[in-house]
């Protein structure tokens, strides 16, 4: 239905009007858009609440970089724009490190931010919250645009979606200029003027020739692997991916956000015996994986000295050979690719050579077993495979719940040690490594799924996002924030050089209590010292589904530098402090 604008002082006689602010929620609910995450203010607070009065929900958060992410990941989740809503510049600009990263991460995204005056703007006279934000944004995200005008406000919105869904998905800008909102228009017109998009996001079929030679190369191979991105986990097509893999019978290694495509627990699945197979492999079939850094840009020490050829399966003609010479290139949409390529595969497909099979599967059980015992440990103050060895059976037991997670020793062990069940329940820093996802990301999902949420935290990486906490026990969110507390970045022992009174720049006050900051909310703030006190914690809060934070006490010297990428930090040959 569309709305119209009520003026009471209208003459009885006058056309219905329609104006900017309708025109938006019209578009947004037309595209199927509703929920909207952001923070109000002048221009955008008026559009807020009428959203909510048109039944779209409207989650409001105390900093735009949480609200932008929390779009971010619901567009994941859902393969539907996540909207973030923001005011003028400064607003904007909280808004758009979600953005890039929503772009990095191949999320679609639309941050939809009022701007100031464009006549003062553009003559730089000093308007308030005065920026040139489209320029800005533009080489931040896939694409962006302005709307001058209400009658082009469902082709502006219609145009958001498409670049924002279609081939590799990301982050795109769309600016409303304060103006654009109160401008009033005939309502038929405006009607009119809405665009409904229609396959937004096509389906890109990968030629025939170009499966016929992917397979051929992954036929020849001996000691094949198949890596799985988060594009394979974005794509949902989760029982053709299993089908492929389960048909060839080669390992498979799922990146961070591909873990539990297919279970961590599946017999083919090399993840504890990482650094093994992509030494050893000849044949690696990535799907929807780039070669980035997360993978050592497919080359050098960590890929060993065998040959490699690569099959890879993106929707971006680009990638290919970004970081090597791919053998095979298979350019189209993951799902069209797998099936595809399940098609070509027939009936009689070879398995993989049993030597190799066997030989990945014999070191991960060896490597599981070397982890087992110090996952049990019950020491308290905990480190952190006592603790989570405690959350690992807690999702084990609970495959639906969602896992969000960052901070740099809390993440790189529990990516290692929590095995994922199901498709995109993972959900952590992805492409960059970014600090500050965690509330954003766990709220979205709670949102969005309905499912409960673990936010499993580096008390530095928590600090990014802390006071959405707020915002968990307003909306009443089952989300429970476990902070893994060592008092600081990787570690909390660093001391000043110098023996002066400013503590090292690594390390945060000893033993705070973050639980405090949910009593403060009205949620329940829990302070946990063994891996049993968190464990009972966890499962109260998942089987209550209320607002929870656990201030888990980490043994403040049991992470390690940069947690598992301390070869990355550059080095001197100089060793002065
Ligand atoms: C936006 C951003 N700022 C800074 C960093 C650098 N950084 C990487 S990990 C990290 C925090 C690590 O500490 P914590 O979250 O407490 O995890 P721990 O290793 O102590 O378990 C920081 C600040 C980053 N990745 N992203
Ligand atoms: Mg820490």
Redesign the pocket.
Known sequence: MLNTATKTDAPADQQELTDGFHLVIDALKLNGINTIYGVPGIPITDLGRMAQAEGIRVISFRHEQNAGNAAAIAGFLTKKPGVCLTVSAPGFLNGLTALANATTNCFPMILISGSSEREIVDLQQGDYEEMDQLAIAKPLCKAAFRVLHAVDIGIGLARAIRAAMSGRPGGVYLDLPGKLLGQVMNAEAGAKSLVKVIDAAPAQIPAPSAIKRALDVFKSAKRPLIILGKGAAYAQADDDIRALVEKSGVPFLPMSMAKGLLPDLHPQCAGAARSTVLKDADVVMLIGARLNWLLSHGKGKSWGDQPKKFIQLDIEPKEMDSNVEIAAPVVGDIASCVTALLEAMGANWQAAPADWVNSVKSKREENIAKMAPRLMNNKSPMD?HGALGALRTIIKERPDAILVN??????DLARGVIDMYKPRKRLD?GT?????IGMGFAIAAAIETGKPVLAV??????G?SGMEVETICRYNLPVCVVI?N?D????GTDVNPTGGSDVAPTVFVKGSRYDRMMDAFGGIGVNATTPDELKRAVNAAMDSGKPTLINAV?DPAS?SE??RIGNLNPQSILKKK
């Open positions: 952190y960052e901070g740099a020793n809390t993440l820093v960059w490594g970014v600090m500050g935290e580096g008390d530095s990486a928590f990014f893994f060592n600081g970045i990787y570690r980490i992470g940069s947690g």
